[in-house]
């Protein structure tokens, strides 16, 4: 069994930053792979962040350059450092997994 536990949402002005993290536990050997979906209202999931193999990182075009992924591989952790926030950014963060999602943390920018 995977869980996986976000904490860090909140509110925020625009150009501000946030720092998501995800703690795993559970059957999990390995964290590439292990990354960050957003779902804002009336919108599709989408992937914003992924830890991939040989720990490089992969960004949604949107975030490039203001969004940075890093792991902590000992402690099963995945954070998502998010800077210079824009109110496009406002969304429930998912972690995810495999096929294992964590139950969502609010990000919300206001302008």
């Known amino acids: 069994q995977v869980q996986l536990v976000e904490s860090g949402g909140g509110l925020v002005q625009a150009g501000g930053s946030l720092r998501l993290s995800c703690a795993a536990s559970g059957s999990i050997f390995s964290i590439i792979g292990m990354g960050w979906y957003r779902q804002a209202p009336g919108k599709e999931r989408e992937l914003v962040a992924q830890?991939?193999?040989?720990?490089?990182?992969k960004y949604a075009n949107a975030v490039m350059g203001r969004f940075t992924i890093s792991a902590e591989y000992a402690k099963k952790t995945v954070y998502l450092q998010m800077n210079n926030l824009k109110p496009e950014d406002t969304a429930l963060y998912y972690c995810h997994y495999d096929t294992h999602w964590g139950q969502g943390t609010q990000v919300t920018v206001s302008s």
């Open positions: 830890i991939a193999a040989y720990g490089s990182q």
